[in-house]
């Protein structure tokens, strides 16, 4: 049972990047997917999730309009789109799952690096 986060990278401001959630070993459509950063220094932070029941996402004010998250069933995989990326979006994301019977996984993180 494994979470993977990729996908991230240095990018320059206004750039774009997509973060991809992979899982191995359960199904990704029973869990509720949420996106998190962690800067330098600082706690981390939810930035989205996306719902199982009826597909609803949330988006923390701070990238609402910038960013965007998906699923897709047959890859197994959940996305982050994240556009006109700011130098503060630079963290590390990580992916959580919650699921069944309290059911909980994390992704191991991947670097996110936006220049000025």
């Known amino acids: 049972v494994q979470l993977q986060a990729s996908g991230g990278g240095l990018v320059q401001a206004g750039g774009s990047l997509r973060l991809s959630c992979a899982a191995s070993?359960?199904?990704?459509?029973?869990?509720?997917i949420g996106w998190f950063r962690q800067a330098p220094g600082k706690e981390r932070e939810g930035v989205s999730c996306?719902?199982?029941?009826?597909?609803?996402?949330y988006f923390d004010d701070s990238v609402k309009g910038r960013f965007a998250t998906s699923r897709d069933s047959a890859k197994n995989t959940v996305y982050l789109q994240m556009n006109s990326l700011k130098p503060e979006d630079t963290a590390v994301y990580y992916c959580?799952?919650?699921?069944?019977?309290?059911?909980?996984?994390w992704g191991q993180g991947t670097q996110v690096t936006v220049s000025s």
């Open positions: 070993g359960f199904t990704l459509d029973y869990y509720a």
């Open positions: 996306i719902s199982t029941s009826d597909g609803s996402m």
């Open positions: 959580n799952a919650n699921g069944p019977f309290l059911s909980t996984y």
